[in-house]
């Protein structure tokens, strides 16, 4: 069975950081690309950070590009996001999720991912 659990979440004034964590379990972590989404209360989820199986490639969503780093380490099946510089608009329930290579989704596309976390909420405070 497939898990996906997030953790990190919280509260934090903005201009702050959070170090968002999500560990993998009942998958083979490495062969699957690995992104977070993000759901603010009343909108879609929207698409902010995708890695690789062997993080050559990344890609974020441009309302957080340079404030937001993913990176994975696969001996540990986690993969993470820091965030700095964070922003009210950044309030949101983060989502981890794993992706199958051969998608017909666009990255962005929440479609284009297979297994999904419970996620975890970031409050920003202005």
């Known amino acids: 069975q497939v898990q996906l659990v997030e953790s990190g979440g919280g509260l934090v004034q903005a201009g702050g950081s959070l170090r968002l964590s999500c560990a993998a379990s009942?998958?083979?972590?490495?062969?699957?690309?690995m992104g977070w989404f993000r759901q603010a209360s009343g909108k879609e989820r929207e698409f902010v950070a995708r890695?690789?199986?062997?993080?050559?490639?990344?890609y974020y969503a441009d309302s957080v590009r340079v404030r937001f780093t993913i990176s994975r380490d696969n001996a540990k099946n986690t993969v993470y996001l820091q965030m700095n510089s964070l922003k009210p608009e950044d309030t949101a329930v983060y989502y981890c999720?794993?992706?199958?290579?051969?998608?017909?989704?666009?990255?962005?596309?929440?479609?284009?991912?297979?297994?999904w976390g419970k996620g975890t909420l970031v409050t920003v405070s202005s």
């Open positions: 009942g998958l083979t972590f490495s062969s699957y690309a």
């Open positions: 999720a794993a992706a199958v290579p051969g998608s017909p989704w666009y990255y962005t596309d929440p479609r284009a991912m297979n297994y």
């Open positions: 890695i690789s199986r062997t993080s050559d490639s990344i």
